[in-house]
């Protein structure tokens, strides 16, 4: 399910917040695969878990 969900914003700029952690992680959503998500952020690239996000969000095309 978050695959197909998020398969369509590949490529853009995201905030998205964690369960345990208030602080947005920001940078460009590069790969959905089963549940985890790549996002690239200036000086790194973090994979996250799908079941640890509580929110993700784009801005407006």
């Not at 695969?33 to 969000?57: A, C, Y």
Request: include cysteine.
């Amino acid at each position: 399910m978050l695959t197909q969900i998020l398969s369509s914003y590949l490529g853009r700029e995201c905030n998205i917040t964690l369960v345990n952690n208030n602080t947005p992680v920001k940078g460009m959503l590069i790969a959905v695969h089963e549940n985890w998500i790549r996002v690239e952020e200036k000086k790194k690239v973090r994979i996250i878990n799908g079941e640890m996000i509580r929110d993700i969000s784009f801005g407006k095309d």
